[in-house]
Structure formats: structure tokens, C-alpha cells
């Protein structure tokens, strides 16, 4: 594998200029660090920072709060973030503190997290507009308004609050949409690292493993090769676990003669990547399934090629919805006329979910899927995921029983290039032959 991509500081600087370039004249933006989140009694989460907090800084302690104020005279880039104390710190290790801050992240100033109800509300003041993500974070909402409204309520000459309220989401979330050419690295660096985890079950998996041992595998390769935690929980369904679209319970024996559908990729420098594979589990498919496969193959081979500037975000969906009621039609568990069939979604009953969402820090990343009303046409550094599936029901009754209780995805990661597009995840055996030549070879 190539050396490891990592965002620097000059790139979260650009993302940062960027931003305020298109925020309003005298306006400010804060964005509050995530919260710690409680397991149960005592026990933390492993912390993980907000995205957008993330995005614009890469500092990722909680108790912290990022300001932008473009234009400042004394600075523009304001972190609030914890003090190092000796204790705390013999506990939970190093803490950065504000001193150290600025020069670690380029910010203009820091300030201790417990001076902010000093410090912030003169930072609000006087400005017209407030970028925020008002919804998100419900306790942090209470604290904004709070400061707002604490401005003005003296007879000061000029203390005015921020007059209008901006969605941040809605600019941030543009330029999160489209990626630089350190973030497709570090993205397709994500996708290789699951590629080597899927390709490892392949090579491992047998009749009367657990679902949790397919799971326990994919994760330790994820976490040894430095993707330390899964983007979103692994999906293991053998079986017509499949057809459970988030089953994550895990917990089932795999049988020969089923499939086993596996949905896990890991998250690598923040960023994601999201992979299915569906296997035999003894090795090789039985006629049913390769019917049914070709089928999804076919499907997602036709969205995949849709996925390219100019072509606008739908397109991948139509054209994998078009190929799986065509399958579908040729197999008989469908009859009719293509158009009309789909015209009616007539592939609901087996297909019931989009095919693909914008990747990126969040494995369901932002950005907006129409625009003005309008599918939004794809550009040079977006992602996607592409990943139709087949899910029979196992009381299906006007579907010939052999195809019962079969759930299939494949999905792959796909960057939008200047002229067409490049599949993350492509070393990933997808083929029947080729799913059949990995698992046996060893
Ligand atoms: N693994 C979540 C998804 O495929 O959207
Ligand atoms: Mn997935
Ligand atoms: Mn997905």
C-alpha cells in the first residue's frame, strides 16, 4: 500500500478561506465540537468529532468551539478549546490547550472553553448575520440563543445581535460536496484497506462460521491497517438475514448453500468507505443465485457507467432500476412490459432502496441531491456510492421458491473525474468468477 494520505494545514486553511468567501460581510460562524457520548454507566464512546467541525480544522477534542468572523482586524479563526491540567491529563493523556493551539492548527487565537460565555457574546455583537447549524446539536442551540439574546439587553451604545439566522449547512456542505485531490487519496486509501478486509473474508470463509467471525475479521483488518474504526456498523447477513437491510445482529451461523451478504468498509483519517460483497458461503453459487447475481452485477455495471459530469445525480438509479426489471422480467419473477413495469416501480417489492449516497466524512455524506428543484448533475471530485441489490422475500409467494430468502447487493465507491469516473473499490473481485477463483484459493 502507498504512503499514507493526511489532510495538512494548508488544506484545512483553503477550506476555511473558502467558507468565508462566501459568507456575508460582517457575519460570523460557529460550529460546537460533538459531544462525548455515554455507553452506558461510566462508560464513553470512543470520541469522534462533528464532520463540518472536522473539516474546518482537523481538531478533533471535544469541548471545543470554532469561530470564523471573516474580515476581523485581530483575527479571523477563533478556537475554544479545554486547558491542559496535570490530572486530567495523567488520566486521559495529552490535551493540546490554547497555548499550543494556534500553532498546531493555524488558527488566530485560542481561548480556554471555560472563558466562552465571557469572550463569545462580544464576538456575536455588532455582527449582522450568524452562521450556525441551528437543529443539530439541541443543548449547544439553548447556548446560542442564550448569548444572542444577552446582547443588546443594556442600554450600551451599538450592542446589537446578529439580525439573521443562516443555515450553515448550506454552504459548508457544498464545499464538503466536492473533493479536493487529497480527500479522493485518502478516500480511495479507505477503500483499499476494506478491499484488502473483503478480500481476506473471501479467503476465509467457510460453512458454520458465526456471522460475528466474518465481523470480528473485517474489523481487525480494518483496525490493523490503521482504518481504526468501521464508517457505520458491518452488515453480515447469511442467508435471508440479507434481506433485513440494516441487519447487524450478527449472530447467526452461516450455512452452506446460502449467500452471505456483507456490507462493512472502514474509516480512514475521518474519511469513509462503504463496500458490499455478497458470497456463497461454500464457495460457489447455485444456478439461482448466479441468475439473481448477474442480475444486480448487470445493474450496477449500468449505474456505474452513468456515473459521470454532466450526467445528473438519478441517472445511476434509473439505469440500475431499468437493468433489474429487465432481470427480473427474463427470470420470470416480474411479467409485463418493461415500461410499464417500471413506470408502476414494480421492482419495489424486491429492490426498495436508492442506489447510491454522496460519500465522504459522513459514510451518508452532505451535500444536496437537487438543486433547484432539479437532480443535480454530477462534477469533477464528488463520490458516490453505487449499490442496487435484489431482496427476496422468504414468503414470496409468486416467486419460484428456489429464488426465496436471496438478498444480494454489490456496491462500490466512485469518484466523479474530469471525464468520466474511477471506482474506488475496484480491486475488489465482483464477478462470479472471480468471487469463486478468491475463495478458492487457499
Ligand atoms: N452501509 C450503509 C449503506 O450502504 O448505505
Ligand atoms: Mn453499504
Ligand atoms: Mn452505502
Known amino acids: 500500500m502507498r504512503a499514507k494520505p493526511k489532510v495538512d494545514k494548508a488544506e484545512y ?15 460570523i460562524a460557529i460550529l460546537p465540537a460533538s459531544e462525548i457520548q455515554i455507553r452506558n454507566n461510566g462508560v464513553e464512546h470512543r470520541y469522534r468529532q462533528d464532520s463540518d467541525f472536522h473539516y474546518l480544522i482537523g481538531f478533533d477534542e471535544p469541548d471545543s ?3 470564523l468572523i471573516p474580515g476581523r482586524e485581530y483575527g479571523e479563526a477563533i478556537l475554544f478549546c479545554r486547558e ?13 490547550g490554547p497555548e499550543r493551539a494556534a500553532e498546531l492548527y493555524g488558527v488566530d487565537d485560542a481561548f480556554p472553553i471555560d472563558d466562552i460565555d465571557d469572550i463569545l457574546p462580544g464576538l456575536i455583537e455588532g455582527r449582522f448575520r450568524l452562521y450556525y447549524a441551528m437543529g443539530t446539536h439541541l443543548k449547544f442551540d439553548t447556548r446560542i440563543l442564550s448569548w444572542v439574546n444577552s446582547i443588546g439587553m443594556d442600554d450600551r451604545e451599538g450592542t446589537e445581535p446578529p439580525g439573521e439566522l443562516i443555515q450553515l449547512g448550506q454552504y459548508l456542505h457544498e464545499l464538503r460536496l466536492h473533493k ?16 484488502a478486509a473483503h478480500i481476506r473474508v473471501m479467503e476465509t470463509l467457510a460453512p458454520g462460521m458465526m456471522e460475528y467471525e466474518v465481523e470480528a475479521e473485517l474489523e481487525y483488518q480494518f483496525s490493523k491497517r490503521g482504518a481504526r474504526h468501521p464508517a457505520y456498523p458491518s452488515i453480515v447477513g ?5 434481506c433485513t437491510l440494516h441487519y447487524i445482529d450478527n449472530d447467526k451461523v452461516l450455512n452452506a448453500g446460502d449467500l452471505v451478504l456483507i456490507d462493512a468498509g472502514g474509516e480512514y483519517e475521518y474519511y469513509a468507505s462503504d463496500v458490499t460483497r455478497t458470497l456463497p458461503v461454500s ?7 448466479a441468475a439473481l447475481y448477474e442480475v444486480v452485477l448487470a445493474a450496477q455495471r449500468a449505474a456505474i457507467e452513468q456515473v459521470v459530469p454532466g450526467n445528473h445525480w438519478n441517472q445511476p438509479h434509473e439505469a440500475a432500476v431499468t437493468e433489474l426489471t429487465t432481470g427480473l422480467k427474463g427470470l420470470g419473477l416480474l411479467e409485463g412490459n418493461v415500461e410499464e413495469l417500471l413506470e408502476v416501480g414494480a421492482y419495489n417489492q424486491f429492490y426498495m432502496h436508492r442506489t447510491g449516497h454522496w460519500l465522504g466524512l459522513d459514510v451518508h455524506d452532505v451535500g444536496e441531491y437537487k438543486v433547484g428543484g432539479e437532480w443535480r448533475v454530477f462534477e ?5 456510492t453505487v449499490e442496487p441489490g435484489l431482496y427476496i422475500p422468504e414468503h414470496a409467494e409468486n416467486v419460484p421458491e428456489a429464488y426465496r430468502g436471496i438478498g444480494i447487493r454489490i456496491e462500490d465507491n466512485v469518484a ?14 465482483k464477478t462470479i468468477a472471480e468471487v469463486e477463483q478468491t475463495m478458492s484459493a487457499i
Open 65 to 67: 468551539v470554532f469561530v
Open 283 to 289: 464457495g460457489k453459487f447455485s444456478d439461482e443465485q
Open 84 to 96: 491542559r491540567e496535570h490530572d486530567h491529563e495523567r488520566w486521559h493523556g495529552t490535551v493540546t
Open 238 to 242: 447469511g442467508g435471508s438475514n440479507a
Open 380 to 384: 469533477k471530485g464528488m463520490v458516490t
Open 13 to 27: 486553511a483553503r477550506r476555511r478561506r473558502a467558507l468565508m468567501a462566501l459568507m456575508e460581510p460582517n457575519s
Open 180 to 195: 479536493s485531490a487529497k480527500e479522493i487519496d485518502i478516500l480511495r486509501h479507505a477503500a483499499q484497506i476494506s478491499a
Open 416 to 429: 466523479v473525474t474530469r471525464d468520466g469516473h474511477d471506482v474506488l473499490t475496484d480491486d475488489i473481485p
